[in-house]
């Protein structure tokens, strides 16, 4: 799919500001995918249709989940795990994108997973770092990103992992799983 018709596509599902956010993402894995030699393109329409289903209602996307035999952990963890799931899903069924890699990094950019391909690092921590993003920790992820995709990731999860928990949070089980990976794959 060429970039314009998936950016309008993209557009149509998204508030202005979250757009402006697919298009920083868009640029952020690009530019990670060339760093890191992983497919510009897939690396490309993974960033657009990252938050696809972002404002879906609810229980929609709850439906989705049920019904599609998504893990059922995630109705009881923060609903805002569920865009990447339900998004994949809804990619593949709307918009008609089969490729595997394509749709898995869109499924775990939001709780990653273990065992995470290049494309999935690349998408989350694009997703992470793009410019428009403000809050403590960023720059230092953006600097890493630069020399280490996997440290940036064990950092982006960190932190996330941390914010989670200075709200009382519960952490998705699949996010701890994933850290855990990424640290000793590090150390291995």
Known sequence: MERKKALELVEKQLTEHR??????????????AQRYNVDEKKAEIAAIFHDYAKFRPKEEMSQILLDQNMPSDLLVHNTELWHAPVGAYLVQTEVGIHDEEILDAIRYHTSGRQDMTMLEKVIFVADYIEPGRHFPGVEEVRAVAK???????ILSLRNTMMFLIKKNQPVYPETLLTYNAMVLNLKA
Do not use: K
């Open 19 to 32: 757009y402006q956010h697919t298009l920083g993402v868009m640029e952020t894995a690009i530019e990670l």
């Open 147 to 153: 020399h280490d995709l996997d440290r940036a990731l």
